[in-house]
């Protein structure tokens, strides 16, 4: 296939998100080359715990081993395939294929086979390996590439969104709690990436709560997840002028951020209760008045490390992006707990995901619709290619190799596929 | 042990429930409500509480009443043509409490949950709990905890328009 015939300026064909050959194609060249986020080191503290994983195509266990190091093993038995772990967390000390018992240390080692007489010599064979496995503090990410730039040169300007939200844990560090929200849709993955820097659509799609929100004002006095959702429903509802004032910053690798998200109180008002005001006192004791009110205003939303996570550190929140087919998409949705604060500040991430990141959830179910229909609507042949030029005139290159455009500009998913240009042609 | 009688109103009591969301009278629903009612749908088996772990629903009566009035006023395109739904209750067991304030019941059953969008039907299986205060000849709820069989598997191709 000839990928290169997908792009035409400005415009994508359509079989880049429907052809189950472009799919493959992806997983090879994009899901098996990028880093991809595996787990938080929190989730494995001790040795001999283990979490199971998807890694693009593969299923994949993070084992920590005796040595405090981090093994990224395939979950295939070497003797007949079988998967070793079916359980999605554990502790073990050696790993044990439930069929003929071969048996692995926590490295994927072949430490142990019944009937080693039957062989020659003891197999030559172990758990295969991951062949790059990397940390940026605490965020496990693992490459299914030997070769390619490290993860920090991979997460390049990105980084700063880890960095920001470690940065508001009052302990400086953060665990992972509260399980995981899954939502399945019926489309290609990249209509999540693309929609999730889409300032054009919250207008439309979200009407529904939107106006609900505005025909009930009074919510904004109820209760404290009532505010909440109100708030985060409100925010869908601005004008497109206002959208535009929402700078967005494209960089190289299709990554994205969204900035002045929260000016003027859009999505999450800045907390004044006495719960925020004594987080608030902890990090000015950890970093100073000077950089916790900076950690405070970074007030970006949805940063995208392409191809698959987006980061809210605002709400120490995460969404992992996993394709499963053309047509077949799982989000995860990942709460983080800002090692120190009290327990009040986690409730509010977890009614930030349930909010706006569950199956049952006002907003997001009508983002997932709309991602069926377009899945839909490009079976037709009637008409080949998607146009992307929206806002095209006003983007702006910077000197340090991003691209700067307003917000409801397309320039996010020109960027996006000018990364899977670069992935899917070399 | 419950009075039969006492039994068969609460019975009727949650069969007039489930058919107020089956029949889309969802203000009428809402009114069953008590103002401080929670309503929880727990996305872990056994979950212990909604303020440590993620959930599918974890809802009080005002941010309730936003939901009912976004599928009323019909905008929202999951839910364009209107989901058709069917609750069906069963094993309805009911104990009286003490609380703090007077007596309330406890009331549990099995829920089939099916519903039909478009030109798919999709079949849910979980375990309703209800806190119930009496109220005149009837009662209103103070909480409502629906605990789905597959709360922690994937869900699959799941979104949710009428609750459960």
């Not at chain 2, 069917?86 to 703090?100: F, G, R, S």
Request: some cysteine.
């Amino acid at each position: 296939m000839d990928v290169a015939t997908l792009l035409r300026g400005d415009a994508v064909h359509r079989a880049a998100y429907i052809d189950p050959a472009v799919f493959a194609l992806e997983q090879e060249r994009i899901f098996r080359r990028a880093w991809l986020y595996v787990a938080h080191e929190s989730e494995v503290p001790q040795a001999g715990d283990y979490v199971l994983r998807r890694l693009g195509p593969e299923e994949v266990l993070l084992v920590r081993r005796e040595d405090g190091g981090l093994s990224l093993l395939h979950n295939r038995c070497a003797h007949r395939g079988a998967r070793i772990v079916t359980e999605p967390a554990g502790n073990a000390r050696q790993l044990r294929c439930p069929y003929h018992a071969w048996t692995y240390a926590l490295d994927g080692r072949l430490i142990g086979v019944p009937l080693p007489e039957g062989y020659a010599a003891k197999p030559d064979l172990g758990l295969a390996k991951v062949p790059r496995v990397e940390s940026y503090r605490g965020f496990v990410f693992g490459s299914h590439a030997s070769g390619g730039p490290g993860l920090a040169e991979f997460l390049g300007a990105l980084a700063s969104a880890f960095d920001n939200m470690l940065d508001r844990a009052p302990a400086g560090t953060l665990s992972r709690f509260g399980g995981a929200l899954r939502l399945e849709y019926r489309g290609n993955w990249k209509m999540f990436m693309e929609n999730a820097v889409d300032l054009v659509h919250p207008g439309f799609v979200h009407r529904s709560s939107v106006e609900v929100a505005r025909a009930q004002p009074q919510a904004l006095a109820a209760d404290a997840l009532t505010q909440q959702g109100a708030q985060m429903f409100l925010a869908n509802g601005l004008r497109a002028p206002q959208w535009d004032e929402v700078p967005l910053h494209a960089f190289p690798g299709g990554h994205v951020y969204m900035g002045g998200f929260y000016k003027g109180g859009v999505i999450g008002a800045e907390r004044e209760d006495a719960v925020f005001t004594r987080y608030r006192a902890q990090l000015v004791e950890r970093h100073g008045e000077e950089k916790a009110a900076d950690v405070l205003a970074l007030d970006r939303f949805n940063n995208l490390v392409w191809p698959n996570v987006s980061i809210n550190a605002r709400f120490a929140a995460m969404r992992v992006v996993q394709p499963l087919a053309a047509d077949r998409t799982v989000v995860e949705v990942l709460c983080f707990r800002l090692d120190g604060a009290a327990p009040e500040m986690h409730e509010l991430t977890l009614q930030f995901v349930n909010l706006a990141a569950s199956p049952a959830s006002l907003v997001a179910s009508d983002d997932l619709e709309v991602f069926e229909r377009c899945q839909r609507g490009l079976q037709d042949a009637a008409l080949e290619w998607i146009d992307l030029r929206r806002g095209a005139l006003g983007d702006r290159r910077q000197d340090d190799g991003s691209t700067l455009g307003s917000g409801t500009s397309e320039l996010a998913i020109r960027n996006q596929f000018a990364a899977w240009a670069q992935y899917m042609t070399r | 042990m419950i009075a039969l009688e006492q039994w068969l109103r609460v019975q009727q009591f949650l069969f007039h429930e489930a058919r107020l969301l089956d029949e889309r009278r969802l203000q009428e629903w809402l009114a069953l409500y008590a103002d401080d009612a929670e309503y929880w749908v727990p996305y872990a088996w056994e979950q212990q509480s909604p303020q440590d772990h993620v959930s599918l629903f974890y809802e009080t009566k005002s941010l309730l009443s936003m939901r009912i009035d976004r599928l009323e006023r019909e905008l929202s395109p999951l839910d364009s043509p209107m989901a058709r739904v069917n609750h069906y209750l069963t094993n309805v067991q009911v104990d009286a409490v003490t609380v703090e304030g007077g007596a309330e019941l406890t009331a549990r059953a099995h829920l089939l949950f099916v519903e039909h969008r478009r030109e798919e039907q999709r079949w849910f299986a979980g375990r309703s709990s209800w806190r119930l205060r009496p109220r005149g000849e009837g009662f209103l709820i103070a909480a409502k905890r629906v605990d789905l069989l597959n709360a922690d598997q994937d869900q699959g191709h799941l979104r949710f328009a009428v609750p459960f």
